[in-house]
């Protein structure tokens, strides 16, 4: 039966249930560790690409999904009739969305293309409001306007310990980070408006605390919070101390703690996490 359906790229870092419930499908990225190709989702695990990354002699590379992947899974699922929203994570750390858009074009599909400028559990947050859209019957205009209003209405806070796969992986400007290995610098990023924005940077972890209690205190006072993500990298007394705090600004609020997807664990580095949440987008 003709629909609208739903696709994303797995930085969304969408669980198995999530998929399945929803009816979402998955284009992999792609890793390369030491000469070895992996499939996110398909041959390596968000915590199995953790232990490889820790022992590899290089940085891992990641890839955008092929151009042929996406024309193939929107034609296929273009054949009943259906069209396709597909979200995919920001521009600014990735192609993915730029060949999403030629695939949009080579395929037999009405394909509609979203950056949705952000990612991680953040962007899955756009994805599932959509989908649960999608499965109401909801047109295409209706879809997007809410997709659109959730990526409005949510918040990406980052902590990175150490800039040395950030710097390497080109995400963020030499300048920003020089001092790094000298003093210890951490960062506080917030991505917004499609962009990676420097919010706070100083020596030691002190500078990321900080940050964060200015954070929790926006949490606090925030109606209508809808879902709160906590995504890592092997990041385990961070995260600890995240949820003692949200378990005092908002208790009894679910809390989704997952190790990373592959793309942000290679340019986070070792002990990054984010905090993303977000509120009603109808209000």
């Given amino acids: 039966m003709a629909k609208i359906k ?3 790229d797995s930085s969304a870092g969408l669980t198995d249930q999530q998929i399945a419930d929803y009816d979402i499908t998955i284009i992999p990225l792609t890793v390369m560790i030491d000469d070895t190709i992996y499939v996110e989702r398909e041959s390596i695990t968000n915590k199995e690409f953790i232990e490889k990354m820790k022992t590899a002699k290089t940085l891992p590379k990641t890839s955008q999904p092929p151009l042929g992947s996406f ?3 929107f034609d296929k699922l273009g054949e009943d009739g259906s069209s396709v929203i597909c979200f995919n994570m920001l521009a600014a750390i990735s192609g993915t969305v730029h060949t999403a858009e030629q695939a949009a074009q080579l395929s037999k599909t009405d394909v509609t293309v979203v950056d949705s400028q952000t990612t991680d559990q953040a962007l899955a947050f756009q994805v599932v409001e959509a989908a649960k859209l999608a499965a109401e019957g909801a047109d295409k205009a209706a879809i997007l306007a809410r997709a659109a209003a959730v990526r409005d209405h949510t918040k990406l806070f980052m902590g990175v310990v150490t800039l040395e796969n950030i710097l390497k992986g080109g995400r963020l400007s030499r ?3 020089m001092l790094t290995s000298l003093l210890n610098i951490k960062i506080v990023l917030e991505v917004t408006g499609g962009e990676l924005k420097i919010r706070a940077k100083g020596r030691g972890m002190k500078t990321i605390d900080r940050y964060f ?3 929790y205190e926006q949490l606090k006072q925030t109606p ?5 993500g906590i995504s890592h990298v092997e990041a385990f007394e961070s995260v600890d101390k995240i949820k003692q705090h949200l378990s005092e600004v908002v208790p009894g609020k679910d809390v989704l703690v997952r190790e990373t997807v592959p793309i942000i664990a290679t340019h986070g580095g070792p002990g990054a996490f984010a905090l993303m949440y ?4 109808t209000k």
């Fill in 6 to 8: 739903i696709v994303t």
């Fill in 71 to 73: 024309v193939e899974t």
């Fill in 175 to 177: 300048a920003a980070g």
């Fill in 213 to 215: 209690d200015k954070v």
């Fill in 224 to 228: 209508d919070i809808m879902a709160i």
């Fill in 278 to 281: 977000y509120t009603d987008p």
